[in-house]
C-alpha cells in the first residue's frame, strides 16, 4: 500500500496567515493527489483534486503544488472557517489511501 | 444538491452483524459509483469499498475481504454495507461518499456525515 505523511500533525496560526501542509508519498503517485477538508462532526469536504484543481466552490486562497511524491496544500490569507483539519489522498493505486491529517488550530 | 445521508450504525458485540445503508438524493444516483470510507481517532481515513454505478463490481480493502458486502438499490438510490464476523477494529464512523471518475481523475467527491459503528462486548 501506499503511505502518505503530513507534516505538521498540527500548525497554530493566525487569520490572515499563510499556511503550507505537505504529504509525502512513499512512492510515486505522478498527479493522483488530492485533497480534503474536515471540520468537527462533520463530512469531510474535497477541496482540491490531481494536486492543483479546485473543486468548484473551493475559494482562490487554496492552492496545491507537487508531483510524484511530494506535494504542498497552500492557504493564503487565512479565514476563520478554515481551521479544520486536512488530509491528503492519492488515487493512484488501490487501495486508495490517506495522509494522517493535519489539523490547523488557532 | 448532492446529500449522502447514513444510518444503521450501532453497538455490536464481536462475531455479530449490522448492516448500514447510505439514501442519496440530488444526482443520478446509477451514473456514479459509490464507496464506504471509515475514521477513527487512531487510524484516520480508510477506504473500505467500492461498487460500480450498475453494481457489476465491487471492490475491498484487504482487512475486510470476505466479511464486508457492498451492494446498492438503484431503484431506491440506496448504498448498503453488510457486515458479517465484526472486530473490535472495524469500530469506527463509516462515510458513504460519491465517487467522482473525471478525465483519468478519481476522488470522491461528497460525503455523508457517517453512522457510528461500535463493536464491543
Known amino acids: 500500500d501506499i503511505q502518505l505523511t503530513q507534516s505538521p500533525s498540527s500548525l497554530s496560526a493566525s487569520v490572515g496567515d499563510r499556511v503550507t501542509i505537505t504529504c509525502r508519498a512513499s512512492?510515486?503517485?505522478?498527479?493522483?493527489l488530492n485533497w480534503y477538508q474536515q471540520k468537527p462532526g462533520k463530512a469531510p469536504k474535497l477541496l482540491i483534486f490531481s494536486v492543483s484543481n479546485l473543486q468548484s466552490g473551493v475559494p482562490s486562497r487554496f492552492s496545491g503544488s507537487g508531483s510524484g511524491t511530494d506535494f504542498t496544500l497552500t492557504i493564503t490569507s487565512l479565514q476563520p472557517e478554515d481551521f479544520a483539519t486536512y488530509y491528503c489522498?492519492?488515487?493512484?493505486?488501490?487501495?486508495?489511501?490517506f495522509g494522517q491529517g493535519t489539523k490547523l488550530e488557532f | 444538491e448532492v446529500q449522502l445521508l447514513e444510518s444503521g450504525g450501532d453497538l455490536v458485540q464481536p462475531g455479530g452483524s449490522l448492516r448500514l445503508s447510505c439514501a442519496a438524493s440530488g444526482f443520478t444516483f446509477s451514473t456514479y459509483a459509490m464507496s464506504w470510507v471509515r475514521q477513527t481517532p487512531g487510524k484516520g481515513l480508510e477506504w473500505v469499498s467500492t461498487i460500480t454505478g450498475s453494481g457489476g463490481s465491487t471492490y475491498y480493502a484487504d482487512s475486510v475481504k470476505g466479511r464486508l458486502t457492498i451492494s446498492r438499490d438503484n431503484s431506491k438510490n440506496t448504498l448498503s454495507l453488510q457486515m458479517n464476523s465484526l472486530r473490535a477494529e472495524d469500530t469506527a464512523v463509516y462515510h458513504c461518499?460519491?465517487?467522482?471518475?473525471?478525465?483519468?481523475?478519481?476522488?470522491?467527491?461528497?460525503w455523508g456525515q457517517g453512522t457510528l459503528v461500535t463493536v464491543s462486548s
Open positions: 461518499a460519491r465517487d467522482e471518475y473525471n478525465t483519468g481523475w478519481r476522488y470522491f467527491d461528497s
Open positions: 512512492q510515486s503517485i505522478s498527479m493522483y
Open positions: 489522498q492519492q488515487s493512484h493505486s488501490s487501495p486508495r489511501t
